[in-house]
């Protein structure tokens, strides 16, 4: 009998092709509750994706060091998940921190524990639409603007994009699986 496949998730790969469709979906020109599903598909699916990758049978011990070494979210003080702890101890020096996964990790747990996140929708930039004749009156003039929102998280003094993050991460997990 072949593999079990669930929804059509049949390995870390196909996990992050679910997570570029639905980065790919998600519209900065409106606040429809659609993208907000999205992006909290994308988190729980990203920070799933590294344990995932790091469990999986089919990536030898160099690729999980590998995505150890791109991806990790653990700083040295943190406390490493007990099956991830022989796989780190191979590690030395500890990896530096990856502050996307680490953000996905973090907001994908306070989730999980149902505990308020300061993830919100704000207005991001104004733009200035033109296109066909401008021609007072023309049949074919067209102009306007609209406006771009986008999905950030206050942490500390600064404000991090998520979308931004999101196309980080995942350029980051296409170098190593």
Not at 71 to 85: A, G, Q
Not at 96 to 104: A, E, F, T, Y
Not at 109 to 118: A, D, G, L, R, V
């Amino acid at each position: 009998m072949g593999k079990k496949v669930i929804f059509g998730l049949n390995s870390p790969v196909d996990l992050l092709e679910k997570v570029i469709s639905e980065r790919s979906e998600i519209s900065t020109v409106s606040t429809d509750i659609s993208n907000h599903y999205m992006v909290i598909n994308i988190i729980l699916s990203v920070n799933h994706l590294f344990d995932w990758a790091l469990k999986s049978e089919e990536y030898c011990l160099d690729k999980k060091k590998a995505i150890v070494v791109e991806l990790n979210p653990y700083s040295e003080t943190e406390r490493i998940p007990w099956d991830f702890k022989e796989l780190y101890s191979q590690i030395v020096p500890h990896p530096p921190v990856n502050k996307d996964q680490k953000l996905i990790r973090e907001l994908s747990n306070n989730f999980k524990h149902f505990k308020q996140e300061k993830i919100n929708t704000r207005f991001s930039k104004k733009y200035l639409s033109v296109a066909g004749n401008m021609v007072a009156g023309g049949a074919t003039a067209c102009c306007g603007y609209y406006e771009e929102y986008g999905f950030f998280v206050d942490e500390g003094s600064s404000t991090i994009d998520l979308l931004a993050s999101f196309d980080r991460s995942i350029s980051n997990w296409q170098a190593v699986i």
